[in-house]
C-alpha cells in the first residue's frame, strides 16, 4: 500500500469534498468526511494493515506510532495537534507568509494562505512571499490560468467549470479562502484579500483574481514583532497551522454545501 498515492478520480474526489466542506473547517481536524473516505477505502485491503505514523517538526522527530493504522494514525493526530497548531486569541489584520524555497510553485505554496486563514480577521490580508516562485503550477497552470483563484460559492456556476479537474478547483478555493458570490450581478466577496509578492507578474496576478505585491519593496524586518498591531510574520510558512481559540463558523452545514454541487 503507498498512502498518498492515487489517481486523478480518487485525488479529485477528496479534495474537491474536502473543498466543498471548507478548508476552514476541515484542516487540523481528526475526524472528517474526508478522512473516513480514506479509511473506508483502506478497509477494502483484506490484509493485516499496520501504520509507522511520525510527528516531524523543523527541529527532528516529536513521536512516532506504530500498531493498527487507525489507531496509530489518531494518536500521532492528537500530538500533531500539539505540534502543528497555534491558537491565537485574537484574529490577525495582516500576515506575511514567508514561503521557503522547497515550495517551487503556487500549487504548493498555496499552505502560506490557507495554514493561516482560520487566524484572520474578516477584511484582513495575507501576503504570500516567494521571491524565487516563477509559476503558478507545472502541472496545472494552463487550467488555473483559465479559471483564476475564487471563492468556492463562484463555482455554482458549475456548467461553466464541469470539465475542470476538482483538485484544480479546490486548489482555487483553498488559496482564495471563504466568500460570496452573487449570480444575478455576478460579483464575488472574498472574505480576506490574497496577495502575491513573487516572481508572478503583476498582470498574471490581476488575471488570476490576485493581489500583487513587487518583492523587493518587502521588508521582512518591518513586519517583525507586531503581533500587537494585528501583524504576523511566519517566517517559515506551510507548516504550521493557526486557529482563533474563540473562531465562529463562518459556513453552513455540511448537507448544504455537498448538495449545491451533487
Same mark, same amino acid.
Given at each position: 500500500?503507498?498512502?498518498?498515492?492515487?489517481?486523478? =478520480?480518487?485525488?479529485?474526489?477528496?479534495?474537491?469534498? @474536502?473543498? #466543498?466542506? @471548507?478548508?476552514?473547517?476541515?484542516?487540523?481536524?481528526?475526524?472528517?468526511?474526508?478522512?473516513?473516505?480514506?479509511?473506508?477505502?483502506?478497509?477494502?485491503?483484506?490484509? %493485516?494493515?499496520?501504520?509507522?505514523?511520525?510527528?516531524?517538526?523543523? !527541529? @527532528?522527530?516529536?513521536?512516532?506510532?506504530?500498531? =493498527?493504522?487507525?489507531?496509530?494514525?489518531?494518536?500521532?493526530?492528537? #500530538?500533531?495537534?500539539?505540534?502543528?497548531?497555534?491558537? *491565537? !486569541?485574537?484574529?490577525?489584520?495582516?500576515?506575511?507568509?514567508?514561503? %521557503?524555497?522547497?515550495?517551487?510553485?503556487?500549487?504548493?505554496?498555496?499552505?502560506?494562505?490557507?495554514?493561516?486563514?482560520?487566524?484572520? &480577521?474578516?477584511?484582513? !490580508?495575507?501576503?504570500?512571499?516567494? %521571491?524565487?516562485?516563477?509559476? *503558478?503550477?507545472?502541472?496545472?497552470?494552463?487550467?488555473?490560468?483559465?479559471?483564476?483563484?475564487?471563492?468556492? $460559492?463562484?463555482?455554482?456556476?458549475?456548467?461553466?467549470? =464541469?470539465?475542470?479537474?476538482?483538485?484544480?478547483? &479546490?486548489?482555487?478555493?483553498?488559496?482564495?479562502?471563504?466568500?460570496?458570490?452573487?449570480?444575478?450581478?455576478?460579483?464575488?466577496?472574498?472574505?480576506?484579500?490574497?496577495?502575491? &509578492?513573487? &516572481?508572478?507578474?503583476? $498582470?498574471?496576478?490581476?488575471?488570476?483574481?490576485?493581489?500583487?505585491?513587487?518583492?523587493?519593496?518587502?521588508?521582512?524586518? $518591518?513586519?517583525?514583532?507586531? =503581533?500587537?498591531?494585528?501583524?504576523? #510574520?511566519?517566517?517559515?510558512? @506551510?507548516?504550521?497551522?493557526?486557529? #482563533?481559540?474563540?473562531?465562529?463558523?463562518?459556513?453552513?452545514?455540511?448537507?448544504?454545501?455537498?448538495?449545491?454541487?451533487?
Amino acid at each position: 500500500m503507498f498512502p498518498g498515492v492515487g489517481g486523478p =478520480e480518487i485525488i479529485g474526489l477528496t479534495h474537491w469534498l @474536502g473543498a #466543498l466542506i @471548507g478548508s476552514f473547517a476541515v484542516i487540523g481536524t481528526d475526524i472528517n468526511p474526508v478522512r473516513k473516505i480514506i479509511d473506508r477505502a483502506a478497509e477494502l485491503v483484506k490484509v %493485516p494493515v499496520a501504520c509507522f505514523c511520525l510527528v516531524v517538526t523543523e !527541529e @527532528g522527530a516529536s513521536g512516532l506510532y506504530f500498531g =493498527e493504522a487507525k489507531q496509530a494514525w489518531r494518536a500521532a493526530a492528537d #500530538l500533531s495537534a500539539q505540534r502543528h497548531i497555534v491558537w *491565537v !486569541e485574537q484574529p490577525f489584520q495582516r500576515v506575511l507568509s514567508v514561503m %521557503p524555497t522547497l515550495y517551487d510553485d503556487l500549487w504548493t505554496a498555496a499552505k502560506g494562505m490557507y495554514k493561516v486563514e482560520p487566524a484572520i &480577521a474578516d477584511g484582513g !490580508e495575507v501576503v504570500i512571499y516567494a %521571491p524565487h516562485i516563477s509559476e *503558478v503550477s507545472y502541472t496545472h497552470g494552463a487550467d488555473i490560468d483559465r479559471i483564476g483563484y475564487h471563492c468556492r $460559492e463562484y463555482f455554482k456556476q458549475w456548467d461553466k467549470f =464541469e470539465t475542470v479537474p476538482k483538485s484544480v478547483l &479546490a486548489h482555487s478555493t483553498h488559496l482564495r479562502g471563504q466568500g460570496t458570490y452573487d449570480a444575478a450581478t455576478g460579483r464575488e466577496c472574498p472574505r480576506i484579500k490574497v496577495t502575491l &509578492a513573487t &516572481a508572478i507578474s503583476e $498582470e498574471r496576478c490581476a488575471r488570476l483574481n490576485l493581489g500583487y505585491c513587487d518583492p523587493t519593496t518587502v521588508s521582512i524586518a $518591518e513586519w517583525s514583532d507586531r =503581533e500587537h498591531d494585528g501583524i504576523k #510574520l511566519i517566517p517559515r510558512a @506551510g507548516e504550521t497551522l493557526y486557529r #482563533l481559540r474563540t473562531a465562529v463558523a463562518h459556513d453552513t452545514s455540511t448537507t448544504q454545501r455537498v448538495a449545491i454541487y451533487n
